[in-house]
């Protein structure tokens, strides 16, 4: 079935560090891609999505593409900073398919 | 605009015991959904609502019920709470299914003792 695989483990990263989350996926037909990120104690709120190939998102300085090829979807940031720690899913949804996949997601921790 | 709001935001039961959770949004959207959150699984999708009057199960919908009373209200029933319902239950909208941005409510955290 649809899913979509995150690497494993917490991300523990110094305020200016650059972030990369991978992402994975397998899907039948053409899913749209998503990151939605979780911050405490709170809902999840999406970051940012690419429909179709090659597509790039892009939401408060972190961006990810859409790679039809290498069938993933990697989250990227240049410079974070303490108020991006938070959990980081990344999800996808196939056009007929009525719900989303999501990943089991990713807690970045920043330290001043 | 108050967005996707959730009732209650704690609750503690015992096992056997059932409750009800609310869900509500005012952003007018077709779709709604009920989610489960463990440690280390991601979300589950229970149950969702394509558009009022119809309901689907998710992933996980053993051990739950849900009604769509109106195009705003979608709630969430465990009519005889196990301890392994207990987890953090989110409500999320769309305006359409879920290739549209799906809009979360703030979480209900739930422990079944």
């Known amino acids: 079935g649809d899913s979509v695989t995150q690497m494993e483990g917490p991300v523990t990263l110094s305020e200016e560090a650059f972030l990369t989350i991978n992402c994975t996926y397998t899907?039948?037909?053409?899913?749209?891609l998503f990151w939605y990120v979780q911050y405490p104690g709170e809902g999840l709120q999406l970051l940012l999505k690419?429909?179709?190939?090659?597509d790039k998102g892009s939401n408060k300085g972190f961006e990810a593409t859409y790679r039809k090829e290498t069938t993933s979807f990697h989250l990227e940031k240049g410079s974070v900073q303490v108020s991006d720690s938070a959990v980081y899913f990344c999800?996808?949804?196939?056009?007929?398919?009525?719900?989303?996949?999501f990943g089991k997601g990713n807690q970045v921790v920043v330290i001043p | 605009n108050a967005g996707v709001t959730q009732t209650p935001k704690f609750q503690v039961l015992k096992t056997g015991q059932s409750m009800t959770l609310q869900c509500a949004q005012d952003?007018?959207?077709?779709?709604m959904y009920w989610y489960r959150q463990d440690p280390g699984m991601g979300l589950r999708l229970i149950y969702y609502?394509?558009?009022?009057?119809?309901?689907d199960k998710g992933e996980v919908p053993n051990g739950y019920n849900v009604s769509r009373l109106n195009k705003r209200e979608f709630s969430l029933r465990l009519e005889s709470a196990a301890p392994s319902q207990t987890s953090v239950y989110f409500c999320?909208?769309?305006?359409?299914?879920?290739?549209?941005?799906?809009?979360f409510g703030p979480g209900t955290r739930l422990t079944v003792l």
């Open positions: 999320a909208s769309s305006l359409g299914l879920a290739a549209d941005t799906q809009y």
């Open positions: 899907a039948t037909g053409y899913p749209s």
């Open positions: 999800a996808l949804s196939v056009r007929g398919n009525n719900r989303l996949a």
């Open positions: 952003m007018n959207h077709n779709s």
């Open positions: 690419a429909t179709k190939a090659d």
């Open positions: 609502s394509a558009s009022e009057g119809t309901t």
